[in-house]
């Protein structure tokens, strides 16, 4: 199995986020982020633990439970920022400038599907309508029919749509 480290840099050289592959790029970069132990990033966001009580006087640092928070929040922020530098790592240039203000993941991820994943609608369509028309070509082995029909059926379930199964009565 590839190591992580080769996986980003497969991810950020023949596949990099671009203006027209999101719905692959935003699968495959769960991989090796989920192999760094990063993949709650995409969908948690943790807060510094407060410094001053309800009363607005000041918390003492030396509190224990204050240090715990503190560290904990400090090692979630490390993570954080190794998984912004790692999308940011797998984008085309053009796009790093419009993301890396981002001050967490998940506003990055969130932003990511705003600005890419609007095309949902058109992309289901053009999946279902690929589905539809797809014809066997005598040029192809049946082993490429089928990676070919079996690409298409991971593609319309990602998009949330299953396949029918027709009745032969």
Not at 56 to 64: A, H, L, N, R
Not at 125 to 137: A, G, I, N, S
Not at 145 to 168: C, F, N, P, W, Y
């Amino acid at each position: 199995m590839a190591s992580n480290s080769t996986k980003i840099s497969e991810l950020s050289t023949y596949q990099k986020l671009d203006d027209t592959n999101y719905e692959i790029w935003h699968r495959k970069i769960r991989y090796p982020l989920d192999d760094k132990d990063l993949l709650e990033h995409l969908t948690v966001t943790k807060v510094l633990p407060f410094d001053k009580d309800r009363d607005g006087k000041p918390i003492d640092s030396t509190v224990v439970q204050y240090q715990e928070s503190a560290k904990a929040y400090q090692d979630w922020s490390n993570k954080d920022h190794a998984t912004c530098y790692t999308m940011l790592y797998c984008m085309h240039d053009d796009l790093i400038g419009e993301f890396e203000e981002c001050p967490i993941a998940k506003d990055m991820w969130d932003q990511l599907r705003v600005r890419f994943g609007q095309t949902f609608v058109t992309t289901f369509r053009t999946l279902h309508l690929k589905w539809m028309q797809y014809e066997m070509d005598s040029t192809y082995t049946i082993v490429e029919h089928l990676r070919t029909m079996s690409a298409m059926v991971h593609d319309l379930k990602a998009a949330g749509q299953e396949i029918m199964k027709r009745s032969m009565s």
